[in-house]
């Protein structure tokens, strides 16, 4: 990812460096960068009071603490890749005992919930998405610099008040730094690699029309290169020995599973040519198609003229599920693709089809088709506790049913999976492989916990609900409301922030959510035939400034057209279908299936990348929200 900054160098060539030509470099980058607004005045008056506040600041602290200053490091302006998409990080310091400093710089008297936010999410961006930052302590300061300033409490942000043109808390924070025992060479820091995983929508568009696979490398874990690693190694494999796999890849709500899918779709079929492997992604969930398919047909308007010859249509990747399934049902012979991802394979139909009882499930019609080809791999990409049709399978009848129609093809498939379900598989003995177990959630940018603090929710375990929030708070925000409006006021605080200065389309997107059973709200977004132009595809994908835009907030998604789809940041309408009454929540909907209603809401909570912001008018339930840790705005 090429990065860059505004001005970097060691604090030696810092202070060596005028106050005029620092100033040029940072006009000139700015002027340089694509995804920028045009330069305000006010930043100039800003980036000169860094200046000021940085000479003197570095100056007083090699003065007490006489470190060499070529070997510390400062960069002014380090773009970095944030969840509305690039913005720049004001000062980034690090030091021989490795440990970083970020520090955002606010010209005012008072720093809004907004921009310590902000600043935190800077700190973890760096902590978990820059390789040479991930293994560094960090910290975060907020620098306020206008006379009078108010300061402010944050678990991960200091506050710092400017006195006599001096960053008194970071001096001396540095200073305790640099008496530390030196071992990083902070040239090194430089040359880090930037790593972030991006939305299901900017990842798609990246890998068909940049030829880029998005990259996991993170402080919390797994990379999620190695499952895909292993299955471009299996097909090759499959082709060559003209072997059938069937291969079980399971992951937590938002472990990349979707992401994964599609990556190793377009990766085959660029290194192989489309025509020769016909590789093909599949769904049931319209929705998500439909979303994938605006996104592509989107992002290619966008990028013409920029694109090179490694560009390769998507759309014909990317498919529902039905027609592909009307075709096996009419003749096993009458497809020919060669790899086969069926996303979300937990929710496979138990049969084919509801109203032809003899009819075989959908997973034994797959497994008969697989067995009928010269060579193949069916990937089955699977999660639990998210079922919201009434004739989904669970995971459990899932792999008994796989368990039988791998068993009936004698021989002639043979299934890999993880060790947790392989263990399961009584009529058939499974090769294991735990590479295909992503067991870290990375949709949440900043936590791994959200689904913890679900599912306490969920479970009427309010003390666990709140033990975990105050965990994650600090990362990524749980806010409650009773009022519409401040819910959208919220959230457009934090996208103005957040987006501050990006002119491009991959914004940080913010809207509503809402139960299909929660009783009247706004309108549903996928009642499109009702009033045209309110379309699914639009409402994800086009800028905040389109009329048809989920940041609009004048549609709400329902658990239907959500599930595998994620926001920046959620608001989510908490619905008269579950309600809490004597001590725990009750299902009140008409589906009188209480799992159904749980896996709702389920996928609608989980929906955040960067935060969740409920709406809920129940006052009970209200009450039982804010014990388990959310804040009330």
């Given at each position: 990812m090429d990065l860059k900054a505004g001005w970097d160098g060691t604090w030696q060539d810092f202070l060596s460096t005028d106050r005029a030509s620092f100033l040029e470099s940072l006009v000139s980058f700015h002027r340089s960068l694509s995804w920028t607004q045009d330069l305000d005045p006010a930043q100039r008056y800003a980036w000169e009071t860094e200046y000021d506040v940085m000479t003197s600041t570095l100056n007083h602290v090699i003065t007490e603490t006489q470190v060499e200053p070529e070997k510390c490091w400062i960069v002014f302006e380090q773009e970095l890749i944030g969840e509305g998409g690039k913005r720049a990080a004001d000062v980034n310091l690090v030091t021989p005992a490795g440990e970083l400093f970020v520090v955002e710089f606010k010209h005012k008297q008072e720093a809004s919930e907004y921009e310590i936010l902000r600043a935190n999410s800077d700190l973890q961006t760096m902590r978990r998405y820059h390789s040479e930052s991930i293994d560094l302590v960090g910290y975060g300061f907020v620098v306020l610099t206008k006379p009078g300033a108010k300061p402010f409490q944050h678990p991960n942000v200091v506050c710092d008040i400017a006195e006599d043109g001096l960053a008194p808390q970071l001096a001396s924070q540095l200073i305790t730094s640099l008496s530390k025992p030196s071992y990083y060479n902070?040239?090194?820091?430089?040359?880090?690699?930037?790593?972030?995983?991006?939305?299901?929508?900017?990842?798609?568009?990246?890998?068909?029309?940049?030829?880029?696979?998005?990259?996991?490398?993170?402080?919390?874990?797994?990379?999620?290169?190695?499952?895909?690693?292993?299955?471009?190694?299996?097909?090759?494999?499959?082709?060559?020995?003209?072997?059938?796999?069937?291969?079980?890849?399971?992951?937590?709500?938002?472990?990349?599973?979707?992401?994964?899918?599609?990556?190793?779709?377009?990766?085959?079929?660029?290194?192989?040519?489309?025509?020769?492997?016909?590789?093909?992604?599949?769904?049931?969930?319209?929705?998500?198609?439909?979303?994938?398919?605006?996104?592509?047909?989107?992002?290619?308007?966008?990028?013409?003229?920029?694109?090179?010859?490694?560009?390769?249509?998507?759309?014909?990747?990317?498919?529902?599920?039905?027609?592909?399934?009307?075709?096996?049902?009419?003749?096993?012979?009458?497809?020919?693709?060669?790899?086969?991802?069926?996303?979300?394979?937990?929710?496979?139909?138990?049969?084919?089809?509801?109203?032809?009882?003899?009819?075989?499930?959908?997973?034994?019609?797959?497994?008969?088709?697989?067995?009928?080809?010269?060579?193949?791999?069916?990937?089955?990409?699977?999660?639990?506790?998210?079922?919201?049709?009434?004739?989904?399978?669970?995971?459990?009848?899932?792999?008994?049913?796989?368990?039988?129609?791998?068993?009936?093809?004698?021989?002639?498939?043979?299934?890999?999976?993880?060790?947790?379900h392989a263990s399961k598989m009584q009529l058939v003995t499974p090769i294991k492989k735990d590479v295909y177990n992503l067991k870290t959630p990375i949709r949440q940018a900043y936590t791994e916990s959200l689904d913890k603090w679900i599912e306490a929710v969920l479970s009427n375990n309010s003390d666990q609900a709140q033990k975990v929030a105050l965990d994650i708070q600090a990362y990524y925000p749980l806010r409650l409301t009773q009022y519409q409006q401040t819910a959208e006021t919220y959230a457009l605080g934090v996208q103005q922030t957040m987006h501050e200065g990006n002119k491009l389309q991959d914004a940080f997107r913010t809207g509503w959510l809402m139960s299909s059973q929660g009783g009247k709200f706004i309108e549903e977004v996928q009642k499109d035939k009702y009033k045209p132009g309110k379309h699914i595809g639009p409402w994800y994908v086009e800028p905040p400034s389109s009329e048809n835009s989920c940041c609009q907030f004048e549609a709400a998604c329902t658990e239907f057209s959500c599930q595998g789809l994620e926001l920046s940041l959620a608001l989510f309408n908490w619905g008269l279908d579950m309600v809490y009454r004597n001590g725990k929540l009750v299902v009140e909907d008409r589906r009188q299936y209480e799992h159904y209603t749980e896996g709702s809401y389920r996928v609608l909570l989980s929906r955040g990348r960067s935060g969740l912001v409920i709406k809920c008018d129940d006052q009970e339930t209200f009450e039982y929200l804010k014990q388990c840790g959310m804040q009330e705005l």
């Open positions: 902070v040239l090194q820091w430089a040359k880090g690699e930037f790593y972030r995983q991006p939305s299901i929508l900017h990842g798609t568009a990246q890998v068909f029309f940049d030829a880029k696979i998005p990259t996991l490398k993170t402080s919390a874990g797994e990379n999620i290169g190695q499952a895909r690693a292993a299955l471009l190694k299996l097909y090759q494999h499959a082709r060559d020995k003209q072997q059938r796999y069937v291969v079980v890849v399971h992951g937590r709500p938002g472990a990349g599973k979707t992401l994964l899918g599609i990556g190793s779709v377009a990766e085959i079929a660029r290194s192989e040519s489309a025509k020769q492997s016909e590789p093909i992604f599949l769904s049931g969930n319209g929705p998500l198609v439909q979303v994938l398919q605006h996104t592509l047909d989107y992002s290619g308007k966008q990028s013409v003229g920029r694109t090179g010859d490694k560009v390769i249509d998507g759309r014909v990747m990317i498919q529902d599920l039905l027609p592909f399934k009307k075709d096996l049902k009419r003749s096993l012979t009458s497809r020919r693709e060669t790899f086969v991802v069926f996303d979300e394979a937990q929710r496979a139909w138990d049969k084919a089809s509801p109203r032809e009882s003899q009819s075989p499930s959908e997973l034994m019609l797959f497994c008969n088709w697989l067995a009928c080809q010269p060579f193949g791999v069916l990937v089955l990409l699977v999660g639990d506790g998210q079922a919201i049709h009434r004739n989904e399978m669970q995971l459990d009848q899932m792999l008994a049913d796989l368990d039988a129609a791998i068993r009936a093809q004698n021989g002639k498939v043979i299934p890999i999976m993880p060790s947790l």
